[in-house]
Every structure is written in C-alpha cells, then in structure tokens.
C-alpha cells in the first residue's frame, strides 16, 4: 500500500490563509490535510471546511477532537459536515485531550470515554434508533441525527501512544496517530501494541524545513519544547539527557523559548521533530516509511514561514521519497 504523506496545521491563522495552504498542498501532491485540536486555539471544524471548499482530493479531518471538551453528538456533526462540505473526504480523529485542567474539565477513564464515544458516534451516522447505554455516555431510544450524512462510516484515527490506547486504536479505529514524534523506532512498538495490520500508523511531529538548515533546526528546537515534556517520557525508545527535561520545563515557563531550545541535542531533536534542509528531512520520513508507516505527517510550522515550508515540501522533499 502507498505511503500518504500529510500536512497537519495549527488552526491559529486568519480567514483565507487555510484555503490558499490547502489548494497548494493538494497541487504538490499531499494526500492528507490535518488540522489540531489544541486548546484555546481556533476549532478544527473553522479551517477544514475552508479547506474542503479550496479543494477537491485530499483527505481531511482533526487530528483530534476529545470527548470531554465535546460531547459525542456533536463530535458526530461536526464529522458529518465536513463529509458533506468535502464529498466524502472527511476522517474523524479521537483522542483523549491534553492541558484540559487549565480549562477546569477533570479526564476520568479515558478509555471508556474515548470506547463510548467512537459508539455513539458511529450509532449517529450509521441512523441507528435502539439507544445506548453507556457508563459515561448514552442515547434514548430513538435519537437520531435529524439531518441527511454523506456517508455512514467515516474513517476513524484514535491518537495515541500507550499500550491500552493503542490497542483500542487495533479494535475500533483504522488508523493510530503518535503525535510530536518522527521516531522510526516507534514503528515496530505501536505495530505490537495495536495488534492489528490492518489499522495503519501515523506519525507525525514540528515540522521545520529550509535551505538553511541550521536556521530552520534553530527554530524546529524551539517549537519542540512546548510539548517535550509530554512526550518524551512516552518513547521506551529514547534515553535523554539526564535533567534535560526538568530544565526544559523551567526555561519554558519563565518564556525562555530559545534558551530552551538550545538545550536539546540533535540526536533528541530527530526524535521528535522533522528538521533541516529538504534532503534532511527527506530522509527522515523516508525512514519512517521504511518502517512501515501509513502516513508521515509534517506538522506545523513547516518553514521558516508558513508558505515557504508548505512549498519546500511539496517541491523539494516530496520528490525525493520512495513511497
């Protein structure tokens, strides 16, 4: 099966931006158009269907939204719309949330949240009328969706990276995001966890590429550290630095970005972002896909600028995977 190559966006941009990103992805060749689902920024749902309306191939959908920030009914609609604004583009991505506290939800037995979620989810766009009754969720018999779907089974991606996430992923979903990572070397540990080849795995991290490497790996380090805490701690893989991330986290939150940012090594920064010229950067993915991943997805900022990074991707390091 074909490698997808795939962009995922930050939803932090002015109206039109997505629309002109999105039409350029599609005419150099990107299969799969991501947006976030971070906190306080934009909803996903504002720039995908901007996207949807500027083009006509690739795939499109959050990667991801959560079920305690949004209830499962309307996780269905917002699915639902973005299939009929796209044709039948749309994926859905689920995961269990992330700096939530800061917005006062609690996350309480997430695989259950996140099991009855894809439920009744999937029980809305499939028209089924017999109800639900879940430990966290549930439908009366009888409720439906009171508006036609463009199809009843989107494509479903659960974004995880434990063992009792991913294995989920291998019973419900058809693809696994491991988000914030560009590890090869998590391949073979997220194929074991899903059990299941037939759910594909996504990875993708920060994205920084540019003919002056050194530049953009400059900038990759300080986009990185914003969320090397969270992960690092989740690749069995990776040995950092003793301290490393404890000095992170305080440079991080006195605002030191840049200082912080110069203390990862290069041999970590690979790890967890893809960075440098497009042949550097080529090669990382290439890696990627030579382990056997479905889609790499390069995540934002992409370049030094946005539009440059988009155009690097698409005309210098596209060209250069075997896929």
């Keep these: 099966m074909r490698?997808?190559?795939?962009l995922g966006l930050q939803s932090d941009k002015p109206a039109g931006t997505y629309a002109r990103l999105a039409r350029a992805a599609e005419d150099a060749g990107f299969d799969v158009l991501s947006?976030?689902?971070?906190?306080?920024?934009?909803?996903?749902?504002?720039p995908l269907l901007e996207m949807a309306a500027a083009t006509g191939r690739v795939r499109l959908g959050p990667a991801c939204l959560n079920p305690y920030?949004?209830?499962p009914y309307e996780i269905a609609g917002q699915v639902a719309a973005l299939d009929l604004a796209s044709r039948g583009r749309a994926y859905l991505g689920l995961a269990r949330g992330t700096w939530l506290g800061a917005v006062g939800l609690p996350q309480p037995r997430p695989l259950v949240a996140l099991t009855e979620a894809v439920e009744v989810v999937r029980?809305?766009?499939?028209?089924d009328s017999d109800g639900y009754a879940g430990r966290m969720f549930a439908l009366a018999p009888g409720t439906t969706l009171r508006y036609d779907r463009y199809r009843p089974d989107p494509p479903l991606l659960i974004g995880a990276w434990g063992p009792r996430g991913a294995a989920l992923a291998g019973r419900v979903a058809d693809e696994i995001k491991v988000g914030g990572s560009a590890n090869p070397d998590m391949v073979p540990v997220i194929r074991s966890r899903v059990g299941n080849d037939d759910v594909g795995?996504?990875?993708?991290?920060v994205t920084v590429v540019d003919t002056d490497g050194e530049a953009?790996?400059?900038?990759?380090?300080?986009?990185?550290?914003?969320?090397?805490?969270?992960v690092a701690g989740l690749d069995p893989t990776v040995t950092l630095p003793d301290g490393l991330v404890a000095a992170v986290t305080r440079l991080v939150g006195r605002g030191a970005h840049e200082a912080a940012g110069r203390l990862i090594p290069d041999e970590v920064l690979d790890r967890f972002a893809f960075s440098g010229t497009p042949a550097q950067v080529a090669a990382q993915a290439q890696a990627l896909i030579d382990a056997g991943v479905r889609r790499v997805e390069f995540g934002t900022p992409h370049g030094l600028t946005d539009d440059r990074g988009v155009e690097l991707l698409g005309s210098a390091v596209l060209p250069l995977l075997s896929r």
């Design 3 to 6: 490698t997808e190559i795939g």
């Design 35 to 46: 947006v976030f689902g971070d906190l306080m920024y934009q909803p996903p749902i504002f």
């Design 69 to 71: 920030s949004m209830a």
């Design 123 to 127: 029980r809305l766009l499939r028209g």
């Design 201 to 205: 795995i996504v990875l993708g991290a």
């Design 216 to 230: 953009a790996r400059a900038k990759a380090r300080t986009e990185v550290v914003m969320y090397l805490a969270v």
